[in-house]
């Protein structure tokens, strides 16, 4: 009897360890998460800059076409701030004007405020990263109040980010991430159970990989928008070999910029993955050799990219 009850009791505590949640490797995807956001910040910097000269340029644009009254040109985007026009710039020493305010133009123009793209893809990471540090807090057990306020920062996120989308393609995925918080949120509210809220969180992942797939796929308008301008140059260079070849390395140094965000975007989703798998099959299923190595070449590659990065911008100013 006392051999059975030995053997009930340690079948009771493998149990229990298979039930548990992946604290460590929890810790180890969010902080590879974190290194990977933190060196994403650079590129993002390099976004806003191209962003907000293409929708000057953009406003300008229109200006200019609705003062020409050339009614056989299509003004794109025709009805955004149909009154405003151009003054000036009859000879090149008269600079031009617009002739009022747009405010739909404002995030164009703020040097407060990241442009609207570029604010979408910004709100959307941290958001993910809200996700990780829910999880963290699940999986160590701590207390309910702390889930539901990790919850309302991630929808508060998702909402900024939803408001910025615009063109950017995010909408869909980011409405169906932030509706899908509302339910957790409401429970959190609850003061339910944290294995309840731990188990819905984990059912979410899903929109979350996918949020981080429409991030990874966000990459060739990235790579796009850095590029428009020294492309444009480069196409101008006919007879300007210098120039040319000054603007092809800056365009391929952004391809490699974009390339690597697009690897380290692939190598989180893998971890978050495995790591998701791990609150819903046995512990010992998903080692912890195995993320703990993989986490650690994310965050190594994530620095590298990083320096990388710095050096980049250096050389591009």
């Excluded at 919850?151 to 615009?166: F, K, R």
Aim: aromatic content about 6%; hydrophobic content about 40%.
């Amino acid at each position: 009897m006392k051999t059975i009850a030995i053997l009930a009791a340690v079948f009771l505590f493998l149990g229990g360890c298979t039930s548990s949640p992946p604290v460590d490797e929890t810790r180890l995807v969010a902080r590879s998460f974190e290194n990977l956001n933190t060196a994403s910040q650079p590129l993002l910097d390099e976004l806003a800059i191209a962003e907000r000269n293409q929708g000057k340029t953009a406003a300008l644009t229109r200006a200019e076409m609705r003062t020409a009254n050339d009614s056989t040109t299509a003004i794109p985007d025709s009805g955004r701030c149909p009154n405003i026009l151009v003054a000036g710039g009859e000879t090149k020493d008269i600079p031009k004007v617009q002739n009022g305010f747009c405010t739909k133009d404002s995030y164009y123009y703020s040097d407060i405020s990241d442009p609207p793209a570029t604010r979408a893809f910004r709100q959307a990471l941290a958001a993910v990263g809200d996700y990780n540090q829910l999880l963290m807090i699940l999986a160590e057990g701590r207390n309910v109040a702390e889930a539901r306020d990790q919850i309302m920062t991630l929808t508060n996120n998702l909402g900024v980010a939803l408001l910025a989308a615009g063109a950017t393609g995010l909408g869909p995925t980011l409405q169906g991430l932030a509706s899908a918080f509302d339910p957790l949120l409401d429970l959190a509210a609850k003061g339910s159970n944290a294995k309840e809220l731990q188990r819905l969180v984990v059912q979410e992942s899903p929109r979350v990989l996918k949020l981080v797939s429409e991030l990874r796929n966000a990459a060739s308008e990235f790579f796009t928008t850095l590029t428009e301008a020294s492309l444009a140059r480069f196409n101008l260079a006919i007879d300007k070999p210098d120039t040319a070849r000054v603007e092809a390395e800056r365009i391929e140094a952004y391809r490699i910029a974009v390339s690597n965000y697009v690897v380290l975007l692939d190598q989180y989703e893998s971890l978050l993955r495995d790591l998701v798998k791990g609150y819903d099959l046995p512990h010992g299923s998903i080692t912890l050799a195995s993320l703990t190595e993989r986490s650690a070449q994310l965050s190594a590659q994530a620095d590298a990219w990083r320096r990388s990065l710095a050096r980049l911008r250096a050389g591009l100013r």
